[in-house]
């Protein structure tokens, strides 16, 4: 059994270094060993003490920790305090049949990641081993968010006007390296104070245009002398949901300064008419501009600065990488300023970038955009997905170099989204891209890339989620018949046991027997659902005519006739392809041959066991030989499975797929059940109906057929 993947371009099947603490070294041993046995992803160490866990923690660094309540020199809860003395988010899983309320209750209280019960000599490993993949999966998320943020905050801190951000309460939630630089405030020093507070002296005026700008939700300008700093300063004011981001630069800071930035050795002038001056355009802020750029595209790269803020958590929100790719397109046009854009992702199965948004604008210019493959004839994206990096390109003479030039785009700027594809934005003039709009296009895949893998990550766990709760589901199912039907047959052999004590006679031991038998049987059926009910992970090329051969000849045949038709290649699981053919094969021969049979639908035992000792469960039938047919479906969604007998009734097809349904004393009821969930884990689906000849024809749906010369 393994733990699936996510797998990704670049390899998303990163190892996870795992440390498992507990008190009993062989148990320890017993854990690490089945751990790696689940996913080769895996490496577990172990320890039995706190000690040791911490040094481990400490020296080797882990990926997570797995604990025990009970250890030898303390418990769990004191490592589970060690490790968040040093990490507030190492994801960290107490696993333990400690169950306590309040242990638990105390865990949570300390930051733990997951709190698993055990249940002593029937331990679920692949549970464990799912719940650390999930505990993992959700910390490298919340890494690549912290470091996208990161990334941002470099942004903002590389602008040379200040910048700062307050929360509804007034409290500083960021500071640029210029407002560190200009009002000599760390950044430490000024996040999550009152702003009020820690710059009084600023004055009334700025105080009130912050609260009117968070009362009203309106953008406000303010241009105002700060006294304190000698400085005059021009603000933009931008509220939000959260509170208001600022953007201030430094107009003129005394008379001197701001001849100089005025261009003019005037020194008599005063800081009023210096800053006329200078708010006239007459060389004015060079030392406080960012390089090269006008106050319209300063101004743009403000609003844009900010709006990007907003677009980044409305990432947070959206749950599906399609869904980011829809709020990248809304954010090009509405924030970048462009219109006319796509997102392509890459499908790595087909080496394609297939195209998941695609904005109004450009739907009118193109159509609807096409899957772009590698070898097809419009290849330009491609080169910005290979290199990871962004590609300007203009139209030239001969009508080349851009994406599209049969349309009337002359400008395109490409821009990677790192392994998951590619964001393409156009215009209809040449030149129309400018440094800001580049950059603001990085920032933006920077971001959506960093959802994308949030987005992908958790749609993993939900996956997982999905899977365990079907597994759950399959377990309480598996219980209940264990209870049920293993319960009637051992409280024959103890009765009959009983009896025989009493009587000595062999005729109850012969009953003893046939009940162990019974018992037996069902154990086997049961652990075979419990294996193939698992979806398969590892599928390989698989000739079908030979596999149907291969199954016939572990069923007693007698005198049944095969027939495998034209078959083909499909991607399978050999075993289980195997245990599928042979139950179907046992159904049909044993119970499916041609001949009268009892009008009542009680007369359906349907499926059988893999057990050759078992007598299976089908539709009783007669004693004319059958024949079993195997084929390919006419449409080529996958191949089916038929015989010649009189087939079962439609009231009944549902039914003969229940684990446990039979009307045969001796059979189990999971023969059938076996071959649906054996489908399954292959991603098939199977349906019932008749025959060609009037039996029971099972079809198998969803099947990949593989090229011949490909499988060769």
């Known amino acids: 059994m393994s733990t699936p ?9 990163d190892p996870i270094s795992v440390l498992y603490v507990g008190r009993d070294p062989e148990f320890v041993a017993l854990v690490a060993t089945a751990l790696e046995r689940e996913s080769d992803r895996l490496d577990v160490r172990g320890e039995t003490a706190v000690i040791d866990g911490i040094s481990v923690v400490e020296d080797d660094g882990v990926d997570c920790v797995v604990s025990e309540y009970h250890l030898r020199d303390g418990d769990g809860l004191d490592l589970l305090t060690a490790v968040r003395a040093r990490s507030s988010d190492l994801p960290f899983i107490l696993y333990t049949a400690h169950g306590d309320e309040a242990v638990a209750s105390r865990a949570i209280s300390l930051g733990v990641s997951d709190y698993v019960r055990r249940t002593a000599g029937d331990e679920d490993f692949h549970l464990l081993a799912s719940r650390v993949f999930n505990a993992v999966s959700q910390y490298r998320v919340q890494e690549r968010l912290t470091e996208s943020d990161a990334h941002l905050a470099t942004v903002y801190g590389r602008v040379t006007d200040g910048i700062f951000a307050l929360d509804d309460d007034w409290a500083v939630s960021y500071w640029n390296d210029a407002m560190a630089e200009r009002t000599g405030v760390p950044a430490a020093e000024a996040l999550n104070r009152d702003f009020r507070e820690l710059f009084p002296e600023v004055g009334s005026e700025i105080h009130g245009a912050l609260e009117a700008a968070m009362a009203s939700g309106a953008t406000t300008r303010l241009d105002t002398r700060i006294d304190a700093f000698d400085v005059r300063v021009s603000a933009r004011i931008y509220p939000d949901d959260s509170g208001v981001s600022v953007f201030i630069r430094e107009v003129a800071s005394d008379a001197t300064a ?34 090269g750029r006008d106050a319209a595209e300063r101004e743009r790269l403000e609003r844009a600065l900010r709006d990007l803020q907003s677009v980044a958590r409305e990432l947070l929100r959206v749950e599906t990488s399609e869904a980011v790719a829809a709020v990248a397109v809304e954010a090009v046009r509405d924030v970048v300023g462009w219109p006319i854009s796509g997102v392509w992702f890459y499908d790595p199965d ?60 002359e400008s395109e700027v490409h821009v990677p989204l790192g392994e998951y594809g590619v964001l393409l934005t156009g215009d209809t003039r040449q030149g129309a891209f400018t440094d800001v709009d580049v950059e603001l296009l990085q920032l933006l895949a920077s971001t959506v890339s960093s959802a994308v893998e949030r987005a992908k990550r958790e749609q993993t766990l939900r996956d997982r989620e999905a899977e365990l709760a079907a597994a759950n589901e399959r377990l309480d199912e598996f219980v209940s018949v264990v209870a049920h039907d293993l319960r009637n047959p051992l409280s024959v052999a103890k009765g009959y046991l009983e009896i025989a004590a009493d009587t000595g006679d062999p005729e109850h031991f012969e009953k003893i027997e046939t009940a162990l038998e019974r018992m037996n049987a069902l154990i086997s059926d049961l652990l075979t659902l419990a294996r193939q009910g698992s979806p398969v992970t590892e599928f390989e090329a698989v000739d079908l005519r030979s596999k149907v051969t291969h199954a016939w000849s572990f069923v007693a045949t007698e005198d049944a006739r095969l027939e495998p038709l034209d078959l083909g290649v499909v991607r399978a699981d050999t075993g289980r ?5 042979e139950n179907l094969f046992r159904n049909a021969v044993e119970h499916g041959s041609t001949g009268s049979r009892t009008p009542s639908d009680d007369a359906v035992e349907h499926g059988s066991t893999g057990n050759q000792t078992t007598s299976g469960d089908a539709v009783e039938h007669g004693a004319a030989a059958a024949t079993v047919t195997v084929g390919r479906l006419d449409d080529d969604a996958g191949f089916y499975v038929e015989d010649d007998g ?24 999971f023969g059938l059940a076996i071959v649906e969930n054996i489908a399954e884990a292959h991603g098939w689906s199977v349906t019932l109906t008749d025959g060609t000849d009037g039996g029971a024809r099972f079809e198998f749906r969803g099947v990949e057929w593989v090229d011949i010369d490909d499988a060769e």
């Open 577 to 581: 392809l195997l245990q599928l053919f």
């Open 258 to 291: 701001a001849a100089d930035r005025a261009g003019t050795d005037d020194t008599s002038l005063d800081a009023g008419e210096v800053a006329d001056r200078c708010d006239s355009g007459a060389g004015a802020n060079a030392g406080t501009r960012l390089p």
């Open 350 to 409: 087909d080496d394609a970038l297939v195209p998941v948004a695609q904005s109004d604008a450009a739907r009118q210019v193109f159509g609807e955009s096409p899957t772009l493959h590698r070898d097809g004839e419009e290849t330009l994206i491609w080169e910005a997905f290979d290199a990871n990096e962004v590609r300007v390109y203009e139209r030239t003479v001969g009508g080349s170099e851009v994406q599209h030039p049969d349309s009337s785009i």
């Open 5 to 13: 993947d996510d797998t990704t371009r670049n390899g998303g099947d």
């Open 646 to 669: 009189d087939g079962i009734p439609e009231s009944l097809r549902e039914r003969v797929f229940e684990h446990g349904y039979t009307t045969d004393r001796t059979g189990t009821g």
